[in-house]
């Protein structure tokens, strides 16, 4: 049964900007705290944001200030803006409940390439 399917991903130079998109199963999203996570090449996956329910957010230092995180819960949709991109931003980026340890089946992601 597909959980998530996210979207949005693409190619762009430094200093650009992209929006994800994600679409999860009612039963992945309600109640649940959502994040954004990335994997590049050779690197763990990461959680880069997360928004809670209620709206909350909470980011990795190395993207504050730079990407947000939103949600729909009527739509059960999570939203990346990511601003100002940077070739470190290079990955997979991936949906799902956070943190990763209550996560469920991956989806198969979005990739992000910065390059010029």
């Known amino acids: 049964q597909v959980q998530v399917v996210e979207s949005g991903g693409g190619l762009v130079q430094p200093g650009g900007s992209l929006r994800l998109s994600c679409a999860a199963s009612g039963s992945l999203f309600t109640y649940s705290t959502m994040g954004w996570y990335r994997q590049a090449p050779g690197k763990q996956r990461e959680l880069v944001a997360s928004?809670?329910?209620?709206?909350?957010?909470n980011y990795v230092e190395s993207v504050k200030g730079r990407f947000a995180i939103s949600r729909d819960n009527a739509k059960n949709t999570v939203s990346l803006q990511m601003n100002s991109l940077k070739a470190e931003d290079t990955a997979v980026y991936y949906c799902?409940?956070?943190?990763?340890?209550?996560?469920?089946?991956w989806g198969q992601g979005t990739q992000v390439t910065v390059s010029s």
């Open positions: 928004i809670t329910r209620h709206g909350a957010t």
């Open positions: 799902n409940r956070a943190p990763i340890s209550i996560a469920r089946p």
